[in-house]
Every structure is written in C-alpha cells, then in structure tokens.
C-alpha cells in the first residue's frame, strides 16, 4: 500500500487516543477491588502443569529519558537498587510457594527501566534466585532489555552465565538532533558495541526498538536511522509511535511540543519503515513488529501481551517488582508503582498487589477478539465458536457484521465467517479494535492513550 492510496482527511479523521491492546481491558480499568487476597486464590487455582511466563521489572535508570513513560527513576546512587532486590526475593519467594509446583516457565523477560543497571553480583544473584525458584525448560527463552550505555563485558558475561539468550536494545533515532531532543545521547557505536558482546558470547536472538514521532524527526532521519539498524542485523525489530502523554509522564513535559510531528507525519514515518524493512527481507507481524522470515516470531502463532508481540502462548503472565503487571485465567493484577510503597507492601505480607481486574465471559471474549485482530487483523466466527461457543459468538457476529456494512474506508473485505482488514485497513487496525472495547471512553481517552498513527 504506497502513501499515495491514504488520503490526509482520513488518517485525521482515524487519528484518535486509543489503547495499544496489550492487554484487554487495558491497565487503566483495573480497580483496587483486587487485591494481594485474590492474587493468592488465583494462584493456587492454577493447574498443577501450568505454563508460566514470569516478567521482572527493574525501575530504575542512571538519569530519565525525556520521551519516556514507563513506570522507572533516575538514581545516581547504587543503594536503592541492592534494597530494592532484597525486596524482589522476597517477593519472588512468596509468589513461588504459591504456584504449583509442577508448573513449567518457557518466557522469562527483565525489563525496565534498565537492568543492566544491577551490578555484575546483583545480576548473578537475581538470575540464581529465579532459578531456585522456578523450574526454567532447557529451553526456555530468557529476555533482558539492555541500555548500551551501561553494558560492560563484565556485565555480558553475568547475563550469560545466568542463562540470558535474547537481548532487546532500544535505539529510538540514532540521529543527533532527535537524541538531544529527547535527553537520551546514544550513538551507533555504543550500540554496536552492547550487541556484539553479547553474539561474541553466543547470544544470536537480538530485538532492537525504533521509535517514530519524536521531535525533530522527519522521514528522512529515520531513514537513516533504519538503514544504520539494518546495518546490525538483528532478527527482530519493533517500531513504535511515541505517545506524548505529559500528564501521566511529567518528564515529558522537558519535550518542545512544537517540534512534534503531526498525524500525517507520524502515519509516513511509519509507512516508510515498513517499506524499507520489508524491502529488506523482514516479515512484517501485527501492526509494528518486523522479524527475519526464520526467527520464531515468523515462525510460531503470533500473541500478544503486556510485552507486545510474543510467541509465548501461556495463559498466565507472573508479573515481578514495582509497578508489574501479573495475567492469571481469572484476571489481572498489578503492583504498588511506587518503589516504596511496593516494598512496604511485600515487607507486611509478601505480595504488593494493589488493584487489577477479575475478567467476566464478555470481557474473556472480546479480549480474544481483540487480540487476534492486532495479531492475524482477522474476525473469524468459527475460531470464536470453538473458543467459546456458538451462542456467544454470534453475537460478536452481529456487531462484525454491522462494521463491514458501515465501512465507508475500505478497512474491512467480508470472509466466509467474518472479516479481514484490508492492506489500507492494516495501519488502522486498532481503530477497528476499539469498535469490540466495551470500556474506552473516547472523551477521557486524549490522556490515557497514545495516538492511533
């Protein structure tokens, strides 16, 4: 689909605040309803053999990105780190003698923040606490996000040694002017050289992380930018769209709002990367994820979770730290943000859940939905019907259908047993997504929710 075939009125029109769908309902719904008492319940609720896939979260930088929003703080000082680990064992310890102990884990993923951050000892210690207390495969994929500019051979070395088998480094723009922009000042060479530490040691799985719609970025940035990305080969690559959302992120307020791109902007920043990266010889899967043709992600069933596009197929998501995000069959559930709030918390009965979701049939149904229109961009009865029964799919069905009528964009083509998004439907793929959301409230979506392009 070229640019030429999207005209200006329409991606205006389609430019909305809305979810990304890692999760359904999204995070901005949960209540504090839920609490560390339903989280034990849920955990011993899980079958015996269940497959885990556990997520720790690191909250900490040396210093805050500019365009960031995740739930981190800068810390010059190494002492709220170590405290914060000895509250993460203790966590860790609660939380795995409560799943059952035939449960198997095939996706372990640190993030951040930065955890590269820890010292070489803290990331052997952490790592040997994971794996005394929960049963890794032999093959389970162990994902770490990596800031180049805290990695040391020594620390490689730790990461490796504990198992580490994928790496994800975030590169954003690799052009000087956007770097200043946005507080973050990483060249290539930093980058190159954090990656090639770690395939010096074996490690082949790398992702890298773009972003589009930073201030000073134009067209032609990211194509340089993507072309020096391409350079390093990675096997997968994400490109997501900045959300400016400075009344949730007040270190976006540092950002000039007057150098942001607009709407149209935004959309051919994107159509460009996908261009180039699937001129390369990358798959492009879901909405903003690019994978070489052999990497797993091509490969396997296309999921989607808290972490964006994954092959990790378990139904239960084991969210450790800060601010983490747990998915059981029964609901979600989420940490105190606050470091200190989440250690007090753990350090009165072992658990910081602070609010989450119990899921009803309806919401089990459309989040299905949901997801595999943002994986697969299609709406099939039948896979509805088996999931879940005649009778409820056919309800969907009738709100599907009502979209296919009413589709004067050309998004939707009709199928035997639903729909699919067109290639000029694709990009808008969570527009369509939000026509299943029972929740959004588009008036107060603007501040909770990035833009659709």
Known sequence: MSLNEIDKALVMRRAAALPRYTSYPTANHFKPTVGPGDYRNWLAGLADDAALSLYVHIPFCNEMCWYCACST????????????LDTLEAEIATVSGLVPRGHRLPHLHWGGGSPDILSVADITRLGGALKASFHLDADTEFAVEI????????????????????ISIGVQDFDPAVQAAIGRMQSYEVSKASLDLFRDRGVTSVNMD??????????????????????LSPD??????YAHLPQRAHN????????LPGPMERFAMARRLTTQLTKTGYVQLGLDHFARREDSLATKPLNRNFQGYTTDGAETLIGLGASAIGKLPQGYVQN????????????????????GWTLTPDDRLRAFVIERLMCDFTFSFAAIAANFGEAEAHALLREADALVVNDPDGFLKSTDDGFELTPRGRPFVRNICARFDAYLNPVAGGAKHSMSV
């Open 73 to 84: 703080k800068a810390t010059r000082r190494y002492d709220p780190v170590a405290r914060y």
């Open 147 to 166: 800031d180049p500019r805290l990695m040391t051979a020594d620390k490689a070395d730790a990461f490796v040694g504990i198992g580490v088998n994928r």
């Open 210 to 231: 773009l972003v589009y719609g930073l201030p000073h970025q134009t067209e032609q940035s990211l194509t340089r930018t993507i072309a020096r990305v391409i350079e």
């Open 236 to 241: 997968r690559i994400a490109i997501f769209g």
């Open 252 to 259: 976006q307020k540092l950002i000039d709002e007057a150098a």
């Open 336 to 355: 105190a943000v606050a470091v200190g709030d989440y250690a007090n918390r753990v350090g009165q009965n072992g658990l910081a859940t602070t609010r």
